[in-house]
């Protein structure tokens, strides 16, 4: 009898603890965070309003109402399936700044009101030797902005700031300074990053001479960062339609890739070369142009179809050491010193700033190489009366039309 009591009671038990766990999961469903953003349903489809939801808000994270986000070329390869088969629908955007409206119980660096921003990273493992390092981009198990499988939240598939709100952990929110122009921010967070993180490896100081290699969203920053330094800096690009803007930011020099006549006595000739062209081309050209023991850090990512290749050969007999890495926006810890950085010194990206009703124009902009700034999208021009019905989570081939 005392038995069978027993086995009673600690199949109630059982049963308790099962529903107390269905509970707790139910209630994390029900405060799932509402939202609304433009997303894409396939890879040459058209930006449609979409109605999503994010995960609830944990004791350790942040929701963020996004005032503004940036439209990287990046963006562009996710959304036509470039670099690899995506998932759709997808909601882009990782640049964003925002202000927070909502913080768990446990969030000690953020409180409501705060200006915030959100770069490439939402999670990692915060256990392997790069997260142990600050280096989160390299992790295996980090979990990008969007299109990425967050295996911290039941495998959901992270969407990005072309959107109302995000909710995010504390660890991966940058501050933002009250006295930042909020407006110029977002790009910070990626085109920033990408170009401040290999200016700091290389150390580049005053006097040092240092080309910029491609003249649009990551380029113009790479200048800026280098003539802070006191840099010599020259910019290379396909056009003379960027001459006059990269002049007046500080290059010293500003050199046409298709006139034979500027491309000449250029051997030899820079310490730094920072690549960010998002096209093929032929890295030896720059590889030949650097000093003995100079460095060629390469950013941009053009399509897998269009990746460039070096010869093997080029290393060899090119010589002098010259050394050809890549670098990959940065860790968390150096995106907060890169913003500060920025704030402190008015660093900022020359944008413009449009509608998300303007979102498809921007993207054939970009993809023609014929932006000299970075696209900002004014999230306050998402209305409630751009969701009919219909496109709530939609997924037909009307409203993909559209």
């Known amino acids: 009898m005392q038995k069978k009591i027993l086995s009673i009671i600690l199949?109630?038990?059982?049963?308790?603890?099962?529903?107390?766990t269905v509970l707790a999961q139910d209630c994390q469903n029900c405060n799932k965070v509402p939202a609304k953003g433009?997303?894409?349903?396939?890879?040459?489809?058209?930006?449609?309003?979409?109605?999503?939801?994010?995960?609830?808000?944990?004791?350790?994270?942040?929701?963020?109402?996004?005032?503004?986000?940036?439209?990287?070329?990046?963006?562009?390869?996710?959304?036509?399936s470039d670099w690899r088969e995506e998932k759709y629908p997808m909601v882009p955007g990782h640049e964003i700044a925002g202000v927070v409206v909502q913080v768990g119980k446990n969030v000690t660096k953020f409180k409501v009101g705060d200006y915030a921003g959100v770069g490439c990273l939402v999670n990692s493992c915060h256990k392997c030797e790069y997260c142990l390092n600050n280096e989160e981009q390299y992790c295996p198990k980090r979990v990008t902005t969007y299109a990425s499988k967050d295996i911290y939240h039941d495998n959901e598939i992270t969407q990005g700031g072309y959107s109302n709100n995000i909710v995010v952990s504390e660890d991966f929110v940058i501050k933002v300074p009250k006295n930042a122009d909020i407006k110029k921010v977002a790009p910070l967070l990626c085109a920033g990053i990408t170009t401040y993180s290999p200016i700091k490896v290389t150390q580049v100081k005053k006097g040092d001479k240092v080309a910029v290699a491609g003249f649009g969203g990551l380029g113009h920053?790479?200048?800026?960062?280098?003539?802070?330094?006191?840099?010599?800096?020259?910019?290379?690009?396909?056009?003379?339609?960027?001459?006059?803007?990269?002049?007046?930011?500080?290059?010293?020099?500003?050199?046409?890739?298709?006139?034979?006549?500027?491309?000449?006595?250029?051997?030899?000739?820079?310490?730094?070369?920072?690549?960010?062209?998002?096209?093929?081309?032929?890295?030896?050209?720059?590889?030949?142009?650097?000093?003995?023991?100079g460095e060629l850090a390469i950013v941009g990512l053009p399509a897998t179809q269009g990746s460039p290749s070096i010869n093997v050969a080029s290393f060899v007999f090119i010589g002098?050491?010259?050394?050809?890495?890549?670098?990959?926006?940065?860790?968390?810890?150096?995106?907060?010193?890169?913003?500060?950085?920025?704030?402190?010194?008015d660093i900022y990206p020359d944008i413009k700033m449009i509608s998300v009703h303007d979102i498809d124009e921007a993207y054939k902009n970009v993809d023609e190489g014929k932006v000299k700034f970075r696209y900002v999208i004014d999230m306050s021009t998402l209305k409630d009366s751009d969701f009919a019905p219909r496109h709530n989570s939609c997924n037909c081939s009307k409203c993909d039309e559209k």
């Open 320 to 345: 002098g050491h010259r050394k050809v890495f890549g670098s990959q926006i940065g860790g968390i810890a150096e995106t907060q010193e890169m913003l500060d950085y920025s704030v402190a010194n």
């Open 38 to 80: 433009y997303a894409v349903y396939s890879k040459n489809g058209k930006f449609t309003p979409y109605s999503f939801e994010r995960h609830a808000v944990g004791d350790n994270d942040v929701l963020i109402k996004i005032l503004y986000a940036g439209i990287c070329h990046s963006d562009l390869h996710h959304v036509h």
């Open 221 to 293: 920053m790479a200048v800026k960062y280098a003539v802070k330094l006191g840099a010599d800096v020259t910019v290379f690009d396909i056009t003379n339609d960027k001459r006059v803007d990269a002049l007046k930011i500080g290059a010293k020099k500003y050199v046409n890739i298709n006139n034979p006549k500027e491309m000449q006595g250029l051997d030899n000739t820079y310490r730094v070369i920072i690549s960010t062209i998002p096209k093929k081309y032929d890295p030896s050209v720059y590889m030949k142009m650097l000093q003995e023991n």
């Open 11 to 20: 199949l109630i038990c059982a049963l308790c603890t099962t529903v107390d």
